[in-house]
């Protein structure tokens, strides 16, 4: 189940962790890197992690990652297309999505329950997954959820949106409702991670969110930013995986 094969370029290791970079194809014939970690001690399950940024901004670490096969998860974690070495281009959560549901498919035939977590961009990239699969357990942190608030409040993003999506919001109406998480239910339990004084996604992408859809969603507010301290990074990314556990 977990044993890697030709296609897979074993890195140094970092711990006891087996750790690979390996190419998958999405639904649409993309190659897209990955990480996978291997755990010493499985506990059948999958994580899928999504990284945030665009590009080399935001590129997800391994060491990131060891958290989580620590815990016994299989690891995966795709750099998206067009990205150290992959085809294609990324367009910020509309054909990339496939790069996220692809990972996702390609993890749960490996493991018994596969659970997301998405950390900014990658929690926008969460939920719209978490829309297409019955993933177990999603877990957003500071994700996007509507993208013309993004727009709006970052102002160093806006040329950049405005790339992908093809223009302005008023002018592009359903490229930016594609890519807003917002309007699309999940079809499992959600939880929002969210600093309180976060403004490169502000706290309103989460709680109009859980308002919304309420049943199935969790939120935690914290007294930080976009980026917690280390240490309480550390201890909320444990609460994390004992919630995606149950």
């Known amino acids: ?49 999504l990284r945030g940024g665009t590009r080399n901004i935001g ?55 596969t659970s997301v977590f998405g950390f900014s961009r990658g929690g926008q990239m969460a939920l719209l997954l978490a829309h297409h ?16 608030w993004t727009y709006e409040e970052q102002q160093t993003m806006r040329k950049m949106l405005r790339r992908f999506t093809g223009g302005l919001p008023e002018q592009q109406t359903e490229a930016y409702h594609v890519r807003s998480p917002l309007y699309f239910p999940p079809q499992g339990d959600v939880l929002l991670i969210h600093g309180l004084y976060d403004q490169n996604v502000r706290l ?26 280390i240490r309480q990074k550390l201890e909320v990314t444990d609460d994390v995986i004992n919630w995606m556990m149950t």
Do not use: C
């Open 1 to 49: 189940m977990y044993s890697p094969n030709a296609d897979w370029f074993e890195l140094p290791r970092q711990g006891p962790f087996r750790t690979f970079r390996i190419f998958y194809e999405t639904s649409d014939g993309e190659q897209v890197g990955a990480y996978v970690i291997l755990p010493v001690r499985a506990n059948g399950q999958g994580l899928l992690y």
């Open 59 to 113: 590129m997800v670490r391994p060491t990131r990652l060891m958290q989580f096969a620590q815990a016994g998860y299989l690891v995966m974690a795709p750099f998206y297309r067009g990205n150290l070495g992959g085809t294609g281009k990324e367009d910020f959560g509309h054909h990339d999505i496939r790069d996220a549901i692809s990972a996702f498919d390609w993890l749960d035939e490996r493991v018994d329950r």
């Open 133 to 148: 699969r019955p993933v177990a357990r999603t877990v957003s942190w500071a994700g996007v959820t509507n993208l013309v």
């Open 204 to 229: 309103r992408h989460a709680t109009n969110y859980a308002a919304r859809y309420p049943k199935q969603t969790h939120l935690k507010v914290y007294q930080y930013a976009h980026q917690f301290p």
